[in-house]
């Protein structure tokens, strides 16, 4: 059963703009903080974005200005916004969840594939 599910990722041209969904599922009873990562081929996973339960933000350097993440805990969806997109952010993003209750794995989502063309 996925938990996480992403949405938004496609082909872009570099200048372009999408913006990246992942819900979760109503089942996850609590979650604490949720981020997005990337990977590209060849290249480690890394951390893009981070946003905390309280609402608290954390961006890799790279994006900074350029993506926004949000979240709607009503919803159990969190968002990145990403603009002025470039080929280096071609990656596939994978949503990330950290349960409200410690000892427990974190939750991810599948991935999707961001590509910005040149």
């Known amino acids: 059963q996925v938990q996480l599910v992403e949405s938004g990722g496609g082909l872009v041209q570099a200048g372009g703009s999408l913006r990246l969904s992942c819900a979760a599922s109503r089942s996850i009873f609590s979650i604490n903080a949720m981020g997005w990562y990337r990977q590209a081929p060849g290249k480690q996973r890394e951390l893009v974005a981070s946003?905390?339960?309280?609402?608290?933000?954390n961006y890799r350097d790279s994006v900074k200005g350029r993506f926004t993440i949000s979240r709607d805990n009503a919803k159990n969806t969190v968002y990145l916004q990403m603009n002025s997109l470039e080929p280096e952010d071609t990656a596939v993003y994978y949503c990330?969840?950290?349960?409200?209750?410690?000892?427990?794995?974190?939750?991810w989502g599948l991935g999707t594939q961001v590509t910005v063309s040149s």
């Open positions: 990330n969840a950290v349960p409200g209750r410690w000892g427990l794995p974190d939750y």
């Open positions: 946003i905390s339960n309280g609402g608290s933000t």
